[in-house]
């Protein structure tokens, strides 16, 4: 069993940044290969943020390309989610999940459906 948690939330006005860490602990393997960070925002519902392959290959929403980055330390065991230009319809609580790789969560990696473990969230709150 993969556990998952999530840390680097906080309060910044629109304009800054934030780093945000997931830490993968207990049986990493297989069905930690694939992991993606996703968003809710209070009465929404969970959206994919940005996800990441088993050979590093990232995937993003729309409405962050060109301002966040996900990226992973594999020797650490840690996802990272580096969010810059951030504006308040980013508000919201971020979870970082995993899943084992399949054709199914290479076609659908941005949906809630495609992983298995989540971790608990970190709020992330940008004001105006």
């Known amino acids: 069993q993969v556990q998952l948690v999530e840390s680097g939330g906080g309060s910044v006005q629109a304009g800054g940044s934030l780093r945000l860490s997931c830490a993968a602990s207990?049986?990493?393997?297989?069905?930690?290969?694939?992991m993606a960070w996703f968003r809710q925002a209070p009465g929404r519902e969970r959206e994919g943020v940005a996800s990441?392959?088993?050979?590093?290959?990232?995937f993003y929403a729309d409405s962050v390309k060109g301002r966040f980055t996900i990226s992973r330390d594999s020797t650490r065991n840690t996802l990272y989610l580096q969010m810059n230009s951030l504006k308040p319809e980013d508000t919201g609580m971020y979870y970082c999940?995993?899943?084992?790789?399949?054709?199914?969560?290479?076609?659908?990696?941005?949906?809630?459906?495609?992983?298995?473990?989540w971790g608990q969230g970190t709020q992330v709150t940008v004001s105006a």
């Open positions: 207990g049986h990493t393997g297989s069905s930690s290969d694939c």
């Open positions: 999940a995993a899943a084992t790789c399949t054709a199914r969560w290479y076609i659908s990696s941005l949906s809630p459906s495609a992983s298995s473990t």
């Open positions: 990441s392959g088993r050979s590093s290959d990232t």
